[in-house]
């Protein structure tokens, strides 16, 4: 038994009792409690929550004196031995210092920006708990009186023995702790029950606070974390985390000191105003090249435009820093496409201090639905450095394969793992596709703006690869002013025209070293660049000469660049614009300006540029711009077609907000609206962006690539012509060109299409994979199976005749309107879209209830004739009003003969009457039968209703229906219960002229 067992604690007991009643029996036994943990732990080393490393690094002063001892410290690290991976956490716990204090080896800066009076201190977190702190606080100090006095008691005590015994031996136990360290102090209650944390108080400066300086390991990598709190109006505070090395800095002229300079800096996102902890745990990263130590900053700081708080304050908790050793997986193709057979290698390369418990690598590969698909687990051999002085740690370098074959079309996921530790975990990710020939390359409408990624294009196969992905547009700036590097664009750009890519050079920002002849402001637009002609011109007439044999359109400004939009002379002002960059090169031009959907587009038949770039943002749905582009259409039609051609930004949703599948069929769907309109040309603004992008930022496969991908080859130099109507109601496009056909058909839920699209037809799922349609026979016909869901799907090999031939045949109305048993005529129409003349037969296969004569009917058609072919229809007393669908069938006489169906759906009933029955059980057990006819013509009905419920005689009721009213009657039915899932009948006869609408129903609750 442990605890408090003295004096001290009756006196604990008796000041307790004696507090005031707003304190309460509740913190009676907060007391108690807090004796017995303090008691509990008197004995044991309480574990700190944070540490300083040691040998403890700190920040001393950088001139005089503690030049030497920094830079003894930084001698230090370079040659301590490193026994394990740094894992540390500034927590701001007791061992860091005194409350109201900056931590032990913490240094703050000075300065203008970072005035004395602003208060840095390491304070308890007691929000909502200040009463119960000032308790803890006076508890602990009775505590440490309370230890002071056993310190002078005997360890034996007879009167307690007298009462227990066991109370006497607890006694002892406590006093021998107590009395063996008489310097100590008992731990305080106060940072158990509490968290401590680093807290700025604001008073109209900023405040920055660095950390001891630590070694870093180049063969390493590090992740950061932190927690922030802030009470702001103004200010924001960050986390910095600074790789950096020492170097030698003169003082005076003469004295030399050392100082850490900065080689990268990593930091957390700004927070501001009145926030709640909030956590930050930023992704692995790799010291840069030259690396040996390591410093975190905590800053506060104002807004640029001068504006500080005068009050607020700001809290810094939990500064991670996690060393780990570096893993890469790497693919023997650097931007991760293979084609179809081709063998995938992998190498997981690690390199720096493992533990020696890591001794396996864990390969998996997923598909794009995260399935594992494969898997290997590789033991680690490692290869020992030799040890340095003194050093006899055991590091590992080394570098495991993996391959695999047969992989088919797709998407995949690539992981490497440390195995063997308990709690070490280390991976790292990559991702590959594998791809097959789709189409025609360099031929289509879809490109993308690769500006920002100058340093991929001097690989050999750039433009290869941008051919393989299904890139036939390049926005590229070509504002270069080093001659080798326009050399080095030349040669891509003759590369890019080899690989029948089309060219679009970019004027967006001047280089660095131009950017004030421009503006001082820096983030220059176009209508800034042009502003002046002698200046401009004197930068730009040498690119021009440069690259106009290469380059026939220039866009003026990068994408979204709005900064025409609005001038009173555009017309002329681009005129001009354009005179002026053939003045010198004298080859002609064509100029593309930003313009957004959401403006008014400039008349077409004054504009002076060849093309307008339109967008949105957000983007506009494919039904939006399906309706844009139709208003386009029409205006560069009613310009005789010489004004400005379209060009489109066609970006991915947003990762964040979006799923995947939301995100493909949108993509998807509106990359195919643009093949129904004249678009000239449609761009991704950011293929790099993981967030609205294709790819990864280190070029390889993001998710969105390969539909992309799919798209742009299946569709890219096709026109859509139409769509069909299919009977499972599945939404779909048709594109075609001179030489073949392509459906896009999608629909909102998982369904199935039987249909007949042309011999050898293959689909083609959004992720490149090829497979073979099931083929049935159907009356006679053969027809492929085609799943159908969310997710788009596309039908290649199909016969065009054989499409077009079906989207041709219409009904002359969809509607059968006269009284039962009288005809009329259905008319169907069709074309014959071959070559050649096409003979054949036609009939329909009407539902059980219709009689339809003749049977069948010949025709012969000429090439692109149509014909009209009317049938009689008679409608038999027992046929319900309602929707039906009718096949109609065609024999061609082709060789060899085929049979071609369609199906089209035809109302009958009269228009503007409708009429259905609502059925529900009473509470008395009786059924309630209601007739609803809904009148929406301006004529009044009245009709004879007859009701034919499952079982008894039928009821007979008179309803009047006013124009443009609707109108109920129902009869109750006795053992209702029993009818459920019977059918119902009614029959309604309109008095006028004795037509007749039949109506039935299953029979529900």
């Given at each position: ?16 009792a ?23 732990c ?8 944070s ?11 950088a ?15 370079k040659?301590?031995p ?11 716990g ?35 708990s200040?009463?119960?702190e ?5 508890f ?6 309370s ?8 360890p034996?005590n ?10 006497a031996?607890?006694w002892?136990i ?10 100590a102090?008992?731990p ?6 509490f ?24 063969s390493?990598?590090?992740?950061f974390?932190?927690?922030i ?12 985390f600074v ?6 800095e ?16 990593h ?27 390591l ?8 807004r ?12 810094f908790?939990?500064?991670r ?15 991760g ?9 992998a190498?997981?390369?690690?390199a ?19 399935t ?8 680690i ?15 590992s370098r ?65 433009a ?8 036939s ?11 080798v ?11 890019l025209?080899d690989?029948?890519?089309?060219t ?5 920002q ?11 402001l ?41 900064s ?17 960059l ?17 403006e ?11 093309a ?26 009613d310009a005789?077609?010489?004004g ?18 939301t995100?493909?069929?949108?993509l998807?769907?509106r ?9 000239q ?16 930022p ?11 991908r799919?798209t742009?080859l299946l ?12 009977r499972?109601?599945a939404?779909n496009?048709?594109y075609?060109?001179?030489?073949r ?26 992720w ?25 799907v596309?039908?290649?090999g199909?016969?065009?005749?054989v ?25 169907i129409a ?6 050649q003349?096409?003979v ?5 296969i009407?539902?059980r209830?219709?009689r ?6 010949s ?16 409608l038999?007393?027992?046929t ?21 169906s369609?199906?089209r759906k ?14 529900r ?7 309630r ?8 013509t ?5 009709y004879?209703?007859f ?28 053992d ?12 309604a ?17």
């Amino acid at each position: 038994m442990t605890g408090l067992i003295s004096a001290g604690i009756l006196r604990v007991f008796n000041r307790i009792a004696t507090t005031s009643q707003r304190s309460g029996r509740g913190l009676v036994a907060v007391g108690v409690t807090m004796c017995m943990i303090s008691g509990s732990c008197w004995s044991q080393k309480i574990s700190p929550v944070s540490a300083i490393p040691k040998p403890a690094v700190r920040n001393f002063p950088a001139a005089g004196g503690a030049d030497r001892r920094q830079s003894g410290a930084a001698s230090a690290f370079k040659t301590r031995p490193q026994e394990k991976l740094l894992n540390l956490t500034y927590a701001f716990g007791p061992e860091m210092g005194q409350i109201r204090q900056i931590p032990i080896g913490w240094k703050r800066e000075r300065g203008v920006d970072y005035k004395t009076y602003v208060k840095i201190g390491m304070v308890r977190d007691n929000r909502g708990s200040a009463d119960l702190e000032k308790f803890v606080r006076w508890f602990d100090g009775q505590l440490i009186y309370s230890s002071q006095w056993l310190k002078d008691q005997s360890p034996w005590n007879p009167h307690l023995n007298l009462l227990n015994h066991h109370l006497a031996i607890g006694w002892s136990i406590l006093t021998n702790q107590v009395q063996k360290n008489p310097a100590a102090l008992p731990p305080s209650p106060a940072d158990v029950l509490f968290d401590r944390y680093l807290r700025v108080d604001l008073n109209g400066s900023g405040a920055l606070v660095s950390s001891p300086i630590l070694a870093a390991n180049v063969s390493h990598q590090y992740r950061f974390g932190c927690r922030i709190r802030t009470d702001l109006v103004y200010n924001s505070a960050r986390v910095e985390f600074v790789f950096g090395r020492f170097v030698s800095e003169e003082i005076h002229g003469s004295k030399q000191r050392r100082v850490l300079e900065e080689l990268a800096v990593h930091s957390t996102p700004k927070v501001g105003g009145d926030t709640a902890w909030k956590t930050f745990l930023l992704p692995l990263v790799r010291p840069p090249a030259g690396t040996t130590h390591l410093v975190t900053r905590l800053i506060v700081r104002g807004r640029d435009d001068g504006l500080e708080d005068i009050q607020g304050s700001v809290g810094f908790d939990d500064i991670r820093i996690e060393e780990k050793p570096q893993l890469e997986i790497t693919t023997d193709q650097p931007r991760g496409i293979y084609n179809i057979g081709d063998t995938v290698r992998a190498s997981a390369s690690i390199a720096g201090y493992l533990p020696a418990e890591i001794n396996k690598v864990q390969f998996d590969l997923y598909d794009i639905n995260r399935t594992l698909i494969s898997s290997a687990l590789t033991p680690i051999e490692r290869e020992p450095l030799k040890p340095d002085a003194g050093n006899t740690l055991h590091r590992s370098r080394t570098q495991l394969d993996w391959e695999i074959p047969g992989l088919e079309a797709g998407y995949y996921r690539m992981k490497v793992g440390l195995a063997g530790g308990h709690d070490f975990q280390l991976s790292a990710h990559t991702t590959l596709a594998v791809v097959q020939d789709l189409g025609e390359h360099g031929r289509g409408l879809f490109g993308w703006n690769l500006e920002g990624q100058q340093e991929q294009i001097g690989a050999a196969d750039f433009a290869l690869w941008l051919s393989r992905l299904g890139v036939s547009w390049v926005k590229y700036p070509c504002w270069e002013p080093d001659n080798v590097a326009r050399d080095e664009l030349q040669a891509l750009f003759e590369k890019l025209q080899d690989a029948r890519i089309q060219t679009v050079g970019l004027i967006n920002q001047p280089p660095p070293g131009h950017v004030e002849k421009f503006s001082e402001l820096g983030g220059i637009v176009a209508a800034e660049v042009f502003r002046d002609p002698e200046t401009w011109q004197a930068h730009l007439s040498p690119i021009m000469e440069h690259f106009s044999q290469k380059i026939k359109v220039w866009q003026l400004g990068g994408e979204r660049d709005f900064s025409f939009l609005g001038s009173p002379r555009l017309p002329e002002q681009i005129e001009e614009i354009v005179d002026g960059l053939e003045e010198r090169n004298g080859k002609k031009i064509d100029v593309a300006l930003s313009w957004p959907w959401l403006e008014p587009s400039a008349p077409f038949a004054s504009a002076t540029w060849r093309a307008t770039c339109r967008s949105s943002s957000p983007p506009l749905s494919a039904r939006e711009l399906d309706a844009f582009l139709e208003q386009s259409d029409r205006e560069q039609a009613d310009a005789g077609f010489a004004g400005p051609r379209t060009w489109l930004l066609i970006d991915p949703l947003d990762a964040k907000i979006y799923d995947r599948q939301t995100r493909i069929r949108d993509l998807v769907l509106r990359m195919a609206t643009s093949r129904k309109h004249r678009v000239q040309a449609a761009f991704v603004a950011r293929p790099h962006d993981p967030q609205f992008g294709l790819l990864r930022p280190d070029n390889r496969p993001g998710e969105m690539l390969l539909p992309w991908r799919t798209t742009s080859l299946l569709l890219g130099n096709l026109r859509a012509v139409g769509s069909m109507q299919l009977r499972s109601q599945a939404r779909n496009q048709v594109y075609t060109n001179a030489k073949r056909a392509v459906v896009l058909i999608w629909a909102d839920e998982v369904t199935e299409e039987l249909a007949y699209f042309g011999d050898g037809v293959l689909m083609v799922d959004v992720w490149g994979r090829v497979t073979s349609l099931q083929t049935v026979d159907v009356g006679g016909q053969l027809m492929q199976r085609v799943p159908v869901g969310p997710e788009p799907v596309f039908l290649i090999g199909c016969d065009p005749a054989v499409l077009a031939f079906r989207m041709s045949v219409e009904l002359g109305s969809d509607r059968l309107d006269s009284p039962l048993g009288r005809e009329e005529v259905m008319k169907i129409a069709f074309t014959n879209p071959m070559q050649q003349s096409l003979v054949g037969q036609v009939r329909v296969i009407p539902p059980r209830s219709w009689r339809v004569t003749p049977p069948k009917k010949s025709w012969s058609l000429l090439s692109g004739q149509d014909a009209d072919v009317d049938f009689q229809v008679v409608l038999s007393n027992t046929t319900d009003i309602g929707e039906y669908e009718v096949e109609i069938q065609f024999a061609l006489e082709t060789n060899p003969p085929e049979l071609v169906s369609v199906y089209r759906k035809v109302q009958v009933g009269p228009a503007g009457i409708d009429m259905k029955i609502e059925t529900r059980l009473l509470p008395d057990g009786r059924l309630r039968a209601e007739l609803v006819i809904n009148n929406k013509t301006k004529t009044p009905r009245l009709y004879n209703c007859f009701f034919f419920p499952p079982a008894g005689s039928f009821d007979q009721k008179q309803l009047a229906v006013p124009a443009g009213q609707e109108v109920r009657r129902g009869i109750n039915l006795p053992d209702g219960a029993e009818m459920i899932g019977k059918r119902f009948r009614v029959r309604a006869v309109e008095q006028s002229d004795k037509r007749v609408m039949n109506y039935e129903v299953t029979i529900t609750r």
